[in-house]
């Protein structure tokens, strides 16, 4: 089996909603010249070999000789136009923003995601300490914007990893994030993959939380057509798709950067009215996509996939809060944080790919 062949394999076994939501997560593959990475805006679960983006590693490498510019949107189009460069004849779609990092890691196959498991202990206050419990030779870096600047610290982080250790890190965890899992061996990528998950469930065991997502039974129909209603005449608009659920206790604040993207930071709790959702757009600078009121949660969107997958990372962001509660509690992300994510051109068109 060719190493495409078998990244397509590992991006279908972990592009499972265990592992991911949405278009979360990455995978790629390399040898010596060429890097294969998941397109941006995809599914892993819907990955073919023949999608992958093959970009010229040499090119790409041009990444961390520069001086970047400091201002975010300067460095993030300079960034684009260098990986836009390097994508090799034949290939097509976006490589996904975070190629630069999968190629400054030695290791043959690279699994990137964004397990709930994982994120309990990632998105909690301490789960630093956890990891350095837990898995004593990863390495665990704080939060850090996605992109150009998540690479070039991982990398620098890596080769000062290698340095002290003699080997590059095989896992690494990114606070408010998910795992990266490097290895030359799909074996040893699902091997460290079942480890990490397994160390993780006993701890949830121990702290005696149920790691299964709980939601109170789905309303009446009769009810839910009222509750939609309600929402379309808060929001001005007839023709929004609405995804509803029973009752849940959604994330009060920003989880990571894939619930913000697809069920954006905040829910809107309680009866939606017009003043209310005006009130909700002066704060934030958007309309909600994450209602809960009536014992019921709703994800609302343009599309039918977008209220699905709004409601989709509700649900996993709850999972997550609750799980976080093993290690502390939750930590959202900071307001700085979420506002990179909220601008970043990046971010808007992967949510506009799965839509």
């Known amino acids: 089996m060719n190493i495409l062949d078998v990244i397509t394999e590992l991006s279908h076994e972990f592009g499972a909603d265990r592992y991911v939501r949405?278009?979360?997560?990455?995978?790629?593959?390399?040898?010596?010249?060429?890097?294969?990475?998941?397109?941006?805006?995809?599914?892993?679960?819907a990955l073919t070999p023949e999608r992958f983006v093959a970009l010229d590693r040499a090119r790409l490498a041009r990444l961390y000789e520069m001086e970047p510019p400091s201002d975010a949107s300067a460095r993030?189009?300079?960034?684009?136009?260098?990986?836009?460069?390097?994508?090799?004849?034949?290939?097509?779609?976006?490589?996904?923003?975070?190629?630069p990092?999968?190629?400054?890691?030695?290791?043959?196959?690279?699994?990137?995601?964004?397990?709930?498991?994982?994120?309990?202990?990632?998105?909690?206050r301490e789960g630093r300490v956890a990891c350095e419990q837990l898995f004593p030779d990863a390495l665990w870096l704080d939060?850090?914007?996605?992109?150009?600047?998540?690479?070039?610290?991982?990398?620098?982080?890596?080769?000062?990893y290698k340095s002290k250790k003699g080997s590059e890190p095989e896992l690494i965890f990114l606070k408010n994030h998910g795992v990266f899992v490097a290895a030359d061996t799909p074996e040893r990528i699902r091997s460290l993959y079942a480890d990490v998950i397994d160390k993780l469930l006993a701890e949830y065991e121990r702290a005696g939380i149920d790691t299964a997502f709980e939601s109170a039974q789905l309303a009446t129909e009769s009810t839910l057509v009222i509750d939609r209603r309600a929402i379309c005449r808060a929001m001005g608009r007839n023709d929004l798709s609405i995804a509803a659920s029973g009752a849940f206790d959604v994330a009060a604040g920003p989880i990571s950067p894939?619930?913000?993207?697809?069920?954006?930071?905040?829910?809107?709790?309680?009866?939606?009215?017009?003043?209310g959702i005006e009130a909700f757009k002066e704060r934030y600078g958007y309309v909600p996509q994450v209602f809960s009121f009536n014992q019921s949660v709703f994800g609302v969107a343009e599309s039918?996939?977008?209220?699905?997958l709004a409601l989709e990372l509700a649900k996993d962001g709850a999972l997550v809060e609750k799980l976080t509660k093993a290690f502390g509690g939750v930590q959202y992300m900071s307001d700085a944080a979420r506002d990179f994510i909220e601008n970043w051109e990046v971010e808007s068109y992967r949510k506009k790919q799965m839509n």
């Open 143 to 160: 939060y850090i914007d996605p992109g150009y600047t998540l690479c070039r610290v991982v990398r620098a982080a890596v080769i000062e």
């Open 76 to 99: 993030e189009a300079l960034v684009k136009e260098i990986m836009e460069q390097s994508l090799l004849p034949g290939s097509s779609g976006r490589a996904s923003v975070e190629a």
């Open 101 to 124: 990092l999968h190629d400054s890691l030695g290791f043959r196959y690279v699994v990137h995601t964004h397990p709930y498991t994982v994120n309990g202990m990632t998105c909690a």
């Open 258 to 275: 894939d619930h913000m993207v697809y069920a954006k930071a905040f829910p809107y709790i309680g009866v939606p009215t017009v003043e």
């Open 304 to 308: 039918e996939k977008g209220a699905v």
């Open 22 to 45: 949405g278009g979360g997560g990455n995978t790629s593959c390399k040898n010596g010249s060429t890097l294969w990475v998941k397109p941006s805006g995809t599914t892993l679960a």
